[in-house]
């Protein structure tokens, strides 16, 4: 088993920074792709970025490329999620995600694809 537990959340303006961090821990050897999602009030829960087990490749949600750079310190066993630029629309609570097996970039988009998954941390962006 795995433990995923986020922090780093609060409360922002427009055009403001934050950084999310996701500690793992547990069986942390089966981890290959991690990914972060975010679901806000009354919507199901979306993509936002993924990263390979390496670090070596990610993969971001058209709506935050360009704002949100994800990266994971495997030393420390965790996954970060900085996130520049927010906008109001950015509000949700976000999930950390893990994933045990070897998949392609192609589907880390998919929330079917993730094993393990954190409560989340909230995000909130005032205009």
């Known amino acids: 088993q795995v433990q995923l537990v986020e922090s780093g959340g609060g409360l922002v303006q427009a055009g403001g920074s934050l950084r999310l961090s996701c500690a793992a821990s547990?069986?942390?050897?089966?981890?290959?792709?991690m990914g972060w999602f975010r679901q806000a009030p009354g919507k199901d829960r979306e993509f936002v970025a993924a990263?390979?087990?390496?670090?070596?490749?990610?993969y971001y949600a058209d709506s935050v490329k360009g704002r949100f750079t994800i990266s994971r310190d495997n030393a420390k066993n965790t996954v970060y999620l900085l996130m520049n630029s927010l906008k109001p629309e950015d509000t949700a609570v976000y999930h950390c995600?893990?994933?045990?097996?070897?998949?392609?970039?192609?589907?880390?988009?998919?929330?079917?694809?993730?094993?393990?998954w954190g409560q989340g941390t909230q995000v909130t962006v005032s205009s």
């Open positions: 995600a893990a994933d045990r097996d070897t998949t392609p970039a192609w589907v880390w988009g998919r929330r079917g694809v993730y094993e393990y």
């Open positions: 547990g069986s942390i050897f089966s981890i290959n792709a």
């Open positions: 990263i390979s087990r390496s670090g070596g490749s990610t």
